[in-house]
């Protein structure tokens, strides 16, 4: 079993669309983080979070440190929020542990 | 922009061909890593540096070396390139693992 779990593996909306993201770890850390990888393949980072939630424009990143569980939210998606987006979580070494990420697709 | 660069940028070898990839910043981030991305599987962590001269393996390391002579600059070493190494490397840095992480363009690499 991975350490790091996303779901869905793949995604489709509508434009406009209110779009959920899970990700699911089974080892203690420090910070998680989310990335997401364009279609030409660059990746950048989105969100790193510790605790709580944090919100950048129209994406929301939640964690719950206690059930091991995050969730990066999409509001009023667009058709160029589409992209891998990728959980990756920092346990003790210190050595991000990447999720295989989730591939989301928004039309018009 | 975290100012990362990789070349090459797309690489079709032979298999038992030696081969390097660079990844060079423009920073001063101290942590530099070596991750390659293929189907399936999240990015995996090949080898990584702490600081000049400072390196050390990651989970996937076996048929590659690194060098860290300068700041600015992480080399990764495909001694004798075989074709299971077929796969995006991205180079990635860092001012630590709780810190937000730049990654390289990537490059591709092709082993026939």
């Known amino acids: 079993k991975n350490e790091v779990e996303q779901s869905p593996q793949n995604l489709t909306a509508q434009e406009g669309e209110f779009i959920t993201i899970n990700c699911s770890y089974s080892?203690?850390?420090?910070?998680l983080h989310w990335l997401q990888q364009h279609p030409g393949g660059g990746i950048v980072s989105l969100f790193m979070l510790s605790s709580g939630k944090k919100k950048h424009g129209r994406l929301i990143a939640t964690i719950n440190i206690q059930e091991k569980h995050s969730s990066l939210h999409i509001t009023a998606s667009h058709p160029r929020d589409s992209a891998v987006y990728i959980c990756a979580v920092v346990p003790p070494s210190d050595k991000l542990i990447f999720g295989t990420g989730t591939r989301l697709q928004v039309f018009p | 922009d975290a100012g990362i660069t990789q070349s090459p940028r797309h690489k079709v070898t032979e298999t038992g061909t030696p081969v390097t990839l660079r990844c060079h910043q423009t920073?001063?981030?101290?942590?530099m890593y070596w991750y390659r991305q293929d189907p399936g599987h999240g990015l995996r962590l090949i080898h990584y540096s702490y600081g000049v001269k400072d390196t050390d393996k990651g989970e996937v390391s076996d048929g590659y070396s690194v060098s860290r002579s300068k700041t600015e600059d992480f080399l990764l070493t495909l001694e004798s390139a075989t074709s299971s190494q077929t796969s995006v490397y991205f180079c990635a840095v860092t001012s630590g693992a709780v810190y937000e992480q730049y990654f390289g363009p990537g490059t591709r690499l092709t082993v026939t």
């Open positions: 080892v203690g850390i420090s910070a």
């Open positions: 920073e001063n981030h101290r942590y």
